[in-house]
C-alpha cells in the first residue's frame, strides 16, 4: 500500500489515536473509516440540496413525483 504524509495538528493526532485506540484499528484504518463518512455526509448534505431545489419548482416537483408512482407500480409486478 502507498502511503501519502499529511500534517494534522496535535490536538487531531491525539483524538486520531484515542479513537484508534477505543476501536483497535489502526490509525490509518481509523482515519479512512472517517474519510469515508464524510464522504457519505457530504453526498447526503448534496442529495438533500438538489431534492430541495427540486421542490422548490413545483411543476418540476409534480413531474418526479408522478415518476416515482410510476416506478413504485413496478414493485408488485411479481418479478424479481
Known amino acids: 500500500m502507498a502511503s501519502q504524509t ?13 479513537l484508534s485506540a477505543k476501536s483497535g484499528k489502526s490509525m490509518a484504518a481509523t482515519l479512512g473509516e472517517a474519510i469515508g463518512l464524510l464522504k457519505k455526509r457530504q453526498l447526503l448534505e448534496e442529495t438533500n440540496a438538489a431534492y430541495a431545489q427540486l421542490r422548490s419548482n413545483p411543476k418540476a416537483w409534480r413531474e418526479e413525483q408522478r415518476e416515482r408512482m410510476l416506478w413504485d407500480s413496478t414493485l408488485a409486478d411479481g418479478l424479481e
Not at 499529511?6 to 484515542?18: C, E, K
Open 6 to 18: 499529511v500534517r494534522i495538528s496535535d490536538m487531531d493526532h491525539a483524538a486520531l489515536a484515542d
